[in-house]
């Protein structure tokens, strides 16, 4: 039997540490070979204590503490500590099913150059706002061709949520890029994917995952992937996706088009059409998701977040690393 890590990065998640741990302790696989790894940023909610009495309780489960405070940093704590022949990486807000180690290995089997591996997230709903950002999420209007958010492909991808990765990819690839705040795990995949593994999403790997149930923090967490992504072009000299550079011309289409628009009534014209375009494409997207009228107008609301926030943060971003080339401090990463 394969030895497999699960590797946690958490830091004041109270309301929801307990159910992620709770979720591992009950799946089918056997504990002997199992072992979980969290780090923790020096939490202050109580979520530490939860961590130790698992930990008492059953002595797979392990508390290292994150000094840095970082996501990348901690998840390289895990993965160093262990030495297991698959690792997987998991969001302290995620909840995995009874056979997910098992699907994961399932596929590993399939290609001996699958390097990571990734299912279907399915959403938990805490109150109507969690709701609506969820279903956004599940869109491929909201999200492009994120498919482990809209289930719609099962197969090779170019990234994964909460990835199962062998053992052997870490020694030839290196580790999570401590440099990024967020983006670090698109990032290491866009590393696997051009050193020739490949990356496969299976709809039988199945999470569950507590979805932000807030319009305030979900900009910033969107600002703030469109912001590294950037970052991460620049390290690599390349445009990792062609469908990050959507909202980025989003937003540029919003700023430049007004512009244009107070000096040419032609130019009015056209962009009243275009936006009136996205209106009419976003309306029917949220309808899918939702056919309630109460539903379809926040949802679209939603889309118009997610695009707005990632655009702006892609273009601060540009003007940032590529105009005034500027330097990233630690306490600046910190907090962003």
């Keep these: 039997m394969k030895q497999v890590s699960i590797i946690i990065p958490c830091r004041n998640e109270k309301n929801y ?13 056997d504990k002997s070979a199992l072992s979980v790894y969290v780090c923790d940023g020096k939490s202050d909610d109580g979520t530490i204590e939860i961590i130790k009495s698992f930990s008492t309780q059953h002595p797979f489960i392990y508390y290292i503490e994150n000094k840095q405070k970082t996501t990348p940093f901690a998840l390289n ?3 160093k500590a262990s030495d297991s022949d698959i690792k997987i990486i998991l969001g302290a807000h995620a909840e995995i099913h009874p056979e997910y180690i098992q699907e994961c290995l399932k596929v590993f089997d399939q290609d001996p150059q699958i390097a990571c591996v990734g299912g279907i997230i ?49 020694n030839k690839i290196g580790y999570f890029d401590e440099e990024l705040i967020r983006n670090q795990d698109d990032e290491f995949n866009f590393r696997i994917l051009k050193n020739g593994y490949k990356i496969y999403l299976s709809r039988f790997i199945k999470s569950k995952y507590y979805v932000r149930a807030s319009y305030a923090k979900l900009f910033k967490q969107y ?7 950037v970052y991460v072009n620049k390290k690599h000299n390349t ?16 700023i430049v088009g007004l512009c244009l628009s107070l000096f040419s009534k032609m130019f009015f014209i ?3 059409l275009l936006l ?12 899918k998701q ?11 609301k939603t889309f118009f977040i997610l695009h707005l926030s990632y655009g702006l943060g892609y273009l601060r971003a540009i003007i940032d690393f590529f105009i005034i080339h500027k330097e990233i401090k630690k306490e600046e990463k910190l907090s962003r």
């Excluded at 600002?223 to 992504?229: A, E, L, M, P, R």
């Design 270 to 272: 056209l962009y009243f």
């Design 17 to 29: 540490i307990e159910k992620c741990l709770q979720s591992i302790v009950s799946c089918n696989y």
């Design 122 to 170: 399915e959403n938990v709903y805490e109150n109507k706002t969690a709701e609506i950002i969820g279903k956004a999420m599940s869109s491929s209007f909201g999200v492009g061709n994120a498919h482990f958010r809209t289930g719609l492909k099962d197969g090779y991808v170019d990234t994964v949520a909460f990835g199962a990765y062998t053992k052997d990819i870490f």
């Design 290 to 300: 939702d056919a309630k009228l109460s539903a379809i107008f926040p949802i679209f």
């Design 223 to 229: 600002y703030q992937y469109g912001y590294w992504k």
């Design 77 to 79: 704590l895990g993965l």
């Design 239 to 254: 445009i990792t996706t062609t469908r990050q550079l959507v909202p980025a011309f989003f937003v540029s289409f919003l």
């Design 276 to 287: 009136m375009s996205y209106v009419v494409l976003g309306l029917t997207s949220a309808s």
